[in-house]
């Protein structure tokens, strides 16, 4: 079993690098462009490990209604403080804890955060997956449920470092997969 989730989980990488391919192909994000942000959203869904940086970027810039996180027990502790940093109540903000050796456990939970979503009226181009924290695991898991409903994911990446810190203001939010754009290349 573990060798056929291994395989499983190599192509759903390779999936991943074949979705960037395509779409740093025809459109390569310029420095400062952010171009993730400039999308609203009215729900975002975060893979989320331990350092919060990146969600506070998110949520500050993006300003979601309703936001998912997938976390671990050992991550759930970054979720409560920024629930509690955001004001997130149970109307707008769900959590799920995930097993982060279990792939299919975290496709069937972001799942169920996308039909939560949906339950609350908004459409899959309302929607984003950030997978920038967490597992390589929940990466994978998230994007791979987003990517079958056609919902975008998103990554902020760091273009410069100090002392293996970030610099604050050199992040850069891109997509990793962009639902509205995918469609057009393949019609």
Known sequence: FAAIAGVGGLALLALIYKTIAIFGQCQKPLRGQNI????PRRGLIFTVGLQPET????????????????????????????????????DHCIKKVVNTNDIKDIRTETGLILDWMASK?????????????????????????????????????????????????????VFVSHALFIARRFI
């Open 121 to 173: 009226g908004l459409k899959s181009s309302d929607i984003a997956a950030d997978i920038t924290g967490g597992t390589t695991t929940m990466s994978v898991g998230a994007f791979s449920m987003t990517e079958e409903r056609n919902v975008d994911s998103q990554y902020i990446f760091c273009r410069q470092y100090e002392k293996n810190t970030c610099v604050d203001g050199t992040q850069e939010a």
């Open 36 to 39: 993730a942000f400039q999308v």
């Open 55 to 90: 969600i506070r970027m998110a949520l500050k810039d993006q300003k979601p209604e309703y936001v998912g996180f997938l976390c671990s027990t050992r991550s759930e502790p970054t979720v409560s403080l920024l629930m509690e940093e955001f004001n997130c109540d149970e």
